[in-house]
């Protein structure tokens, strides 16, 4: 009898904000990445070693901030699967501060700040991982809306994920639709805060990103 060795595990680096942290999970339910993780373990039959990278609140600035962070270098460099979420927190506070004023200034700087650094991110990932002898799945997910109820946010929302979907190469880099996988849902799938997904929300988000396939690993 042949005994089967077990496979080795596939390093899944996760980078964001408070929705790779989960804020909005409870303690005894898992959040965006946990599910994800599952998800994709089930789909591969393989193990996934997850490292995280994310703090609440974190705009895009911040995260791309944390890509001097050599922990984070390093994880790249062995990373066959990357998650990223970013640009939210950037619209949450110019969404506030449009709410104040109605400057549509804040809206239109949170836009381009966002996707330049989304697009740095991206091209580092790229510097730390084209060496590698394997191929690299990254998956970013698109932003939903926290505020449904005020137009000129969601039009500015709209043209942000517009234009990420600009960054898709796919199958390797492919951007997960989870406006429209929210809208009209927006009560049912967000927490207390009215922001941060609850239980529900996080596992639309990971049913949305596992339904890109996960081809470029098998």
Do not use: V
């Given at each position: 009898m042949v005994m089967q060795q077990p496979?080795?595990?596939?390093?899944y680096v996760a980078i964001g904000d408070s929705l790779t942290v989960g804020v909005g999970s409870t303690i005894f339910t898992p959040g965006f990445v946990e599910r994800y993780k599952k998800l994709t373990e089930q789909a591969l039959n393989r193990p996934l070693a997850v490292v995280t990278f994310a703090k609440k609140g974190a705009t895009s600035s911040q995260i791309y901030q944390t890509f001097d962070f050599p922990p984070l270098l390093n994880a790249l460099k062995h990373a066959e699967l990357i998650t990223l979420t970013a640009g939210g927190n950037d619209f949450i506070q110019a969404g506030k501060q449009f709410l104040r004023t109605r400057n549509t200034g804040f809206l239109y700087h949170a836009l381009n700040t966002s996707m330049a650094n989304i697009k740095r991110m991206i091209i580092i990932i790229h510097q730390m991982t084209q060496n590698q002898y394997h191929p690299i799945m990254i998956r970013i997910l698109n932003l939903y809306n926290p505020f449904p109820q005020i137009p000129e946010i969601n039009d500015w929302i709209t043209l942000f994920n517009q234009q990420l979907l600009t960054l898709s190469h796919p199958p390797y880099i492919q951007i997960a639709d989870i406006y429209?996988?929210?809208?009209?849902?927006?009560?049912?799938?967000?927490?207390?805060?009215?922001i941060h997904p609850n239980p529900r929300g996080y596992e639309v988000m990971a049913q949305t990103v596992a339904q890109l396939g996960f081809s470029p690993l098998l």
């Open positions: 496979s080795s595990p596939l390093n429209h996988a929210f809208l009209g849902h927006e009560r049912e799938l967000l927490f207390i805060d009215h």
